[in-house]
């Protein structure tokens, strides 16, 4: 008999949902992340379209059966753009934080204070930028916002953009959150490259890290969804 599961967790670039067929479609993510049996999920690259019959934002939560925190970064002329939580434990709070860098792209990071199981924890959302002194700077600002330990327990995920695992952001990451051991999930035809990260603090709460590789969700981004489990390890 199994128990003491732990709270299953990802995190996913869904790339403005179009898949690597070049068609847009939040159902074919939707289903992935139902598939993946998640209790909350971060989510990098939303587009989201606002329109008569309502937005994108609404109909994920609507598909999944899960409520959707937006950490929009950009507004646009039909919407927004940005990070978002889709989760199915209670919301207790929410932040926002700008982590922009001079004329680049807009980035931000969403904190979402949850309880589980009795416990209150915060999940952080982020998107790193592509450039490596401007991912430098936002590391610097990460770990900076998330170190005090009126943070702890925390789940940070995301896309992070660092091509370089052994480059100074990924370094600075270790340090604050020990060993890092994510999956290759980009391109997600062929993973070469770990982009995608989980971490937490403290570091040993968080175990089981894969990419989820199925038909659909090889299809559904141009990157692969990544797993974890948070808390205890199963028991037989």
Same mark, same amino acid.
Do not use: Y
């Given at each position: 008999?199994?128990?003491?599961? =732990?709270? !299953? /967790?990802?995190?996913?670039?869904?790339?403005?949902?179009?898949?690597?067929?070049?068609k847009r479609d939040l159902s074919r993510i939707s289903e992935v992340i139902k598939q993946m049996g998640v209790a909350l999920i971060g989510l990098q690259e939303v587009d989201n379209h606002v329109g008569q019959v309502g937005d994108d934002i609404g109909l994920l939560g609507q598909l999944? =059966?899960? !409520? /959707?925190?937006?950490?929009?970064?950009?507004?646009?002329?039909?919407?927004d753009y940005g990070n978002a939580l889709l989760t199915s434990l209670p919301v207790l709070n929410v932040e926002r934080y700008d982590l922009s860098v001079g004329q680049r792209e807009p980035r931000g990071l969403l904190i979402v204070h949850q309880e589980w199981l009795g416990q209150k924890i915060q999940v952080a959302v982020t998107h790193l930028g592509l450039r490596p002194g401007e991912?430098?700077?936002?590391?610097?600002?990460?770990?900076?916002?998330?170190?005090?330990?009126k943070r702890k327990p925390l789940i940070l995920m995301g896309d992070f953009?660092?091509?370089?695992?052994?480059?100074?952001?990924?370094?600075?990451?270790?340090?604050?959150?020990?060993?890092?051991?994510?999956?290759?999930?980009?391109?997600?035809?062929?993973?070469?490259?770990?982009?995608?990260?989980?971490?937490?603090?403290?570091?040993?709460?968080?175990?089981?890290?894969q990419a989820f590789k199925s038909p659909l969700s090889r299809i559904a981004s141009d990157h692969l969804p990544m797993t974890g489990i948070y808390g205890n390890r199963e028991c037989q």
């Open positions: 008999m199994k128990s003491n599961r =732990g709270l !299953r /967790v990802a995190t996913w670039n869904i790339h403005m949902g179009i898949g690597l067929d070049g999944t =059966g899960m !409520r /959707v925190i937006a950490g929009p970064t950009m507004q646009r002329m039909n919407g991912r430098r700077s936002q590391v610097r600002r990460l770990i900076e916002c998330l170190s005090a330990e953009n660092e091509w370089l695992f052994w480059g100074r952001p990924m370094r600075w990451l270790r340090n604050h959150f020990g060993t890092i051991s994510s999956p290759r999930t980009f391109p997600a035809h062929w993973p070469l490259f770990r982009l995608d990260h989980i971490l937490a603090d403290p570091p040993d709460k968080l175990h089981s890290l």
